[in-house]
């Protein structure tokens, strides 16, 4: 069966229309579609997410584990930042301030784990 194809940028995104001419004449059609012939369409990097949630599907933990690592600096930032706005407007002045709020966050964990002594003399070298 040959299938045809045709990109379109929508939002960014690229989609990806697939369809065949042997609609037509395939004999569970009735069951597929109402319409002349079916089109399929999958955004470009759909099969990323699929991949992704297979791997969801075998480790139903991940997630878990996830937010147990990942989410616990971004707690912390908020809870820094008050939780509920940045001080500054404008994406590169809020993307700065950002910035800022995770050197130090990181800075912080860096002393916590190395000690003063050791930060001191690598900031030195």
């Known amino acids: 069966m040959k ?3 045709n990109s379109i940028d929508e939002t960014g995104k690229t989609q990806r229309y697939y369809w065949t001419t042997k609609c037509p004449s395939c004999p569970i059609k009735a069951q597929c579609t109402p319409a002349k012939v079916r089109r399929v369409t999958r955004w470009e990097h759909e099969g ?3 991949d992704m949630q297979r791997r969801l599907d075998q480790r139903p933990d991940a997630m878990g584990v996830r937010r147990q690592t990942v989410e616990h600096p971004f ?3 908020k809870a820094w ?3 509920t706005h940045f001080l500054t407007k404008t994406l590169k002045r ?5 910035s800022l709020q995770v050197l130090a966050y990181n800075l912080k964990r860096v002393i916590a784990i190395k000690g003063v002594a050791a930060v001191i003399s690598a900031v030195r070298a």
């Open 94 to 98: 809020v993307g700065t301030e950002m």
């Open 3 to 5: 299938w045809w194809f």
């Open 48 to 50: 990323v997410l699929d």
């Open 75 to 77: 707690g912390t930032l």
């Open 81 to 83: 930042m008050g939780a």
